[in-house]
């Protein structure tokens, strides 16, 4: 069985990216500006928040953090962004989520430039996606859909099922795995069979939420299962796949953690200078 290292795969793309922006900056004399907008103080957020800032300075991105308080007005949010859509050292835009409660969560993502939207979330970027042109895409799947090519390049013709269908990952995952090829079946809460979906499967994404859930004998042989999942249990942290019985029976897996969270944020590395690269042409 392959494990699919995102620990390792992602320290490769942050030093492919730290060479590409040493080139940048010879070319243009500028480096691609990573702004991450910050309100609260919840624990994961905060969390989050600093291993993005560690990796975009590593990578040598000129990166900023502004934090406000819970309480912090709406507009004053929304006028932070569309300033920060006219400074041209800025290349990407990111609003941690979740956003509190008197806050619109899709005013703040529609108020972001598409061109800097490096969360991938606009209705823009969603539209383009869909379409098969130029986007941006969510990070969690494109860090998914990059460690899925490393172990099978041609993807052509696979029967690949999401398991779950949010914005963030499933609809989006099933997206560029169309333009792959794949078969693609979305899953959701209301699948009938989940079990005889996951068995047609030669890729599997799990990103649902529910500690352990795809069993080995929901696995046929030599599938690639990508494990999205981040839950807390009494055991520790574990992914959405019981990886254990899955590991023998997969022909590569992602362990959790250490498999699509460290991708997630070198994807929004990679994003940004994407979104730095468009907006020179
Ligand atoms: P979400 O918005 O809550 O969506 C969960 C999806 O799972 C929904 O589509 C839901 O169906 C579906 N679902 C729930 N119960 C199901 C069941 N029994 N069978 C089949 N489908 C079921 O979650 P999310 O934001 O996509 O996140 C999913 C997981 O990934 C979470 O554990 C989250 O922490 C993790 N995550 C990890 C990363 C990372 O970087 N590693 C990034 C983002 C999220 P309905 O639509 O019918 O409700």
Redesign the pocket.
Known sequence: MILIDGKKIAAELREELRQEVVELKAKYNKIPGLTVILIGDMAPSQIYVRMKEKAANEVGLKSEVIRYPEAVEEKTVLDKIEELNKDESISGILVQLPLPKHIDKQKVIETILPGKDVDGFHPMNVGNLSSGYESSVP??PL?CYLMIKKVEPNLSGKKAVM????????KPMAQLLLKENCTVTI?????KD?KAECLEADIIV?????PE?VKADWVKKDAIIID????KTDNGIV??VAFEEVSKVARALTP?PG???P???ACLLKNTIESFKRSQK
């Open positions: 990070c969690t860090g398991i779950g269908r949010s914005n963030l990952n499933g899953t959701h809460s209301k699948t989940l799990a990103a649902v939420g529910i859930l999205v999942g981040i839950n992914g959405d959790v498999g699509v969270g991708m997630t944020i």
